[in-house]
T-cell receptor
């Protein structure tokens, strides 16, 4: 069974440029999450989707970050414009079911973003 | 911070020894989970313990939960070099908010 797929794996951009990350969750998983992980820290949840609905985006910096999951399957996370402090690894995860709570999550390999 | 905090931040042991890492958190929880992250790779879920459970086992892993002390421990018995990784606890609080801790970096020396 294929795991969570993310692309690209690495991205280097100049500050003020836009960037987008793509995630395809495990087939059949209704819940999708985006996290940001800074070096030496634990992941920080940015947004959680149940199907196409964003049910928790309280920690998403909405002035420059946006996300979508239009058909309730794959998802895109965008930053526009990027700032130096956005350099981090962006992780996508998925989980089955619509329990409304957080159980076992399956993570992708992440996208390492470097903003110069 | 609303995150859990792991202790110690870093741990180095010899292969075959046991490794214990602790997690403390601040608010009442529904469940607590442990994840492993190998260098440069994604996180892998290890075990979930619910607030009404005190201990769970999975292979060489043993997790305890003390809700009165708001703490959990992860014990890895008979450690192997392949156990070298960062270990994170993650809590689901009663407000259904999810937070990862700061992590423990474990090095198992062959």
């Amino acid at each position: 069974e294929a795991g969570v797929v993310q692309s690209p794996r690495y991205k280097i951009i100049e500050k003020k440029q836009p960037v987008a990350f793509w995630c395809n969750p495990i087939s059949g998983h209704n819940t999708l999450y985006w996290y940001r992980q800074n070096l030496g820290q634990g992941p920080e949840l940015l947004i959680r989707y149940e199907n196409e609905e964003a049910v928790d985006d309280s920690q998403l910096p909405k002035d420059r970050f946006s996300a979508e999951r239009l058909k309730g399957v794959d998802s895109t996370l965008k930053i526009q414009p990027a700032e130096l402090g956005d350099s981090a690894v962006y992780l996508c995860a998925s989980s089955p079911g619509l329990a409304g709570t957080y159980n076992e999550q399956f993570f992708g390999p992440g996208t390492r973003l470097t903003v110069l | 911070s609303q995150q859990g905090e792991e202790d110690p931040q870093a741990l180095s042991i010899q292969e075959g020894e046991n490794a214990t890492m602790n997690c403390s958190y601040k608010t009442s929880i529904n469940n607590l989970q442990w994840y492993r992250q190998n260098s440069g790779r994604g996180l892998v879920h290890l075990i979930l313990i619910r607030s009404n459970e005190r201990e769970k086992h999975s292979g060489r892993l043993r997790v305890t939960l003390d809700t009165s002390k708001k703490s959990s421990s992860l014990l890895i018995t008979a450690s192997r070099a392949a156990d070298t990784a960062s270990y994170f606890c993650a809590t689901v609080n009663t407000g259904n908010q999810f937070y990862f801790g700061t992590g423990t970096s474990l090095t198992v020396i062959p």
